[in-house]
């Protein structure tokens, strides 16, 4: 199993869909998570940090489900410009970053 | 503006070549890393330093070497040695916590023919 899992998609939705994304991990001590936006041959960006109660950042929410082990991320009222692939990144350690766990990532088109 | 810099964007190059890629920060950050990105998988990790005049292996750090001599630089010298170099080259920086994202440079499209 990987440390990390993400369906790769593509979802392909219309312009103002409503879009879930699930990441899975293995190790139950994971400490920290985000969610980054990676666009075609760029480099990824932060788009969520994910905290023990979820959070919402406009159009974004992220929800974490320790018992489960997975992180949610929803995107409401879907614009072209969310185009892009989303990468999971989990974080086993809270005393360093340096063992991060980057999903391969679930890849969102929009269309008009 | 603060950010992280990388060059160049592109770099062609015969096997049997070393070639280095710059990475500058002037986010004031103490950690560093190199990370690779092939098509359809996650970020591997190649070194990372979390201070000045450290740094440590990655996940995949053969055929690779880094130097850590300022706090604001990180170059990365893909050897002759490295048997795959073709990739997408990303570096970041962070404070080094765990709790705190990274934030990555524009990338190295290297090319090795």
């Known amino acids: 199993r990987k440390e990390v899992e993400q369906d790769p998609g593509p979802f392909n939705v219309p312009e103002g869909a409503t879009v879930a994304f699930n990441c899975t991990y293995s190790?139950?001590?994971?400490?920290?998570f985000f969610w980054y936006r990676q666009d075609c041959r760029k480099e990824p960006k932060l788009l969520m940090s994910?905290?023990?109660s979820g959070n919402e950042d406009g159009r974004f929410t992220a929800q974490l489900n320790r018992a489960s082990q997975y992180i949610s991320l929803l995107i409401r009222d879907s614009k072209l410009s969310d185009s892009a692939t989303y990468l999971c990144?989990?974080?086993?350690?809270?005393?360093?970053?340096?063992?991060?766990?980057f999903g391969s990532g679930t890849r969102l088109l929009v269309r008009p | 503006d603060g950010g992280i810099t990388q060059s160049p964007k592109y770099l062609f190059r015969k096997e049997g070549q070393n070639v280095t890629l710059s990475c500058e920060q002037n986010?004031?950050?103490?950690?560093m890393y190199w990370y690779r990105q092939d098509p359809g998988q996650g970020l591997r990790l190649i070194y990372y330093s979390q201070i000045v005049n450290d740094f440590q292996k990655g996940d995949i750090a053969e055929g690779y070497s880094v130097s850590r001599e300022k706090k604001e630089s990180f170059p990365l010298t893909v050897t002759s040695a490295q048997k795959n170099p073709t990739a997408f080259y990303l570096c970041?920086?962070?404070?080094?916590?765990?709790?705190?994202?990274?934030?990555f440079g524009n990338g190295t499209r290297l090319t090795v023919t």
């Open positions: 970041a920086s962070g404070t080094g916590q765990g709790f705190s994202p990274l934030h």
């Open positions: 986010l004031n950050h103490d950690a």
């Open positions: 990144v989990v974080n086993p350690r809270m005393d360093s970053s340096y063992k991060l766990i």
């Open positions: 190790n139950s001590a994971s400490q920290s």
């Open positions: 994910v905290y023990s």
